[in-house]
């Protein structure tokens, strides 16, 4: 039995920022880090990128890759003190949404 996935809730452009969102290996990567340890700090995330692959990438374009996948809502900002945190904050609509072309399977699988 095929599962359907609704995403009617959702507006054409939430949709859309979650897949710009998803399409970027770079923020790829940073959801998954923050599924694991959650609460990182830029300098954090900047430091897990050279630890995990030794590929450096600047303050800034972490920060730009964070403001993606905030304006996505698919990270949740926390102030500990002076300190921005970042943690993964995944809804059913994320899902649903990621989930979407299944709905099409069916009809458009590849033979």
Known sequence: ????????????????LIFKALSDSTRRRIIDR????????????????VA???VALSRQTVSQHLAVL????????????RTKTHSLCVSEDHVAA????????????KT
């Not at 923050?34 to 990128?49: G, I, N």
């Not at 990621?98 to 699988?109: F, I």
């Open 1 to 16: 039995m095929q599962q359907s996935y609704c995403i009617k809730t959702m507006t054409d452009e939430q949709l859309d």
């Open 34 to 49: 923050l599924s694991k340890q959650p609460a990182q700090s830029l300098f954090e995330v900047c430091a897990a990128s």
């Open 52 to 54: 995990e692959n030794g």
């Open 70 to 81: 905030e304006k996505a809502g698919l990270i949740e900002i926390e102030w500990k003190g």
């Open 98 to 109: 990621a989930s979407w072309l299944t709905n099409y399977m069916q009809n458009g699988r």
